[in-house]
Nanobody, 122 residues
Framework: QVQLVESGGGLVQAGGSLRLSCAASGRIFSILTMGWYRQAPGKQRELVSIITRGGNTDYADSVKGRFTISREDSKNTVYLQMDSLKPEDTAVYYC?????????WGRGGDYWGQGTQVTVSS
């Protein structure tokens, strides 16, 4: 069974920075995509950023130019560097690993982290 553990959330003032990490444990051969989502109170969960195995990235318009996603496959880890944070970035952030394979064959699985709170004060 694959488990994702997130870290790095917390309270920061507007304009500050935080770096989120999400590491996967378990039997893992490859991970197709790694991503970050967030959910603010009373709102639906939304995609923040995603990175493919080939290194292609995509960002929500609201975070472009402020957030940077990266991955370290040797550690089965994805990072989200968040700079110039705004109060509207306040949310619970979830990591998602898709296409997780335990071997070169077979179908990949989809896994979520438990969520980490990010609070940006004005």
């Amino acid at each position: 069974q694959v488990q994702l553990v997130e870290s790095g959330g917390g309270l920061v003032q507007a304009g500050g920075s935080l770096r989120l990490s999400c590491a996967a444990s378990g039997r893992i051969f490859s991970i197709l995509t790694m991503g970050w989502y967030r959910q603010a109170p009373g709102k639906q969960r939304e995609l923040v950023s995603i990175i493919t195995r080939g290194g292609n990235t995509d960002y929500a318009d609201s975070v472009k130019g402020r957030f940077t996603i990266s991955r370290e496959d040797s550690k089965n880890t994805v990072y989200l560097q968040m700079d110039s944070l705004k109060p509207e970035d306040t949310a619970v952030y979830y990591c998602n690993f898709a296409g997780v394979k335990a071997a070169a064959w077979g179908r990949g699985g989809d896994y979520w982290g438990q969520g980490t709170q990010v609070t940006v004060s004005s």
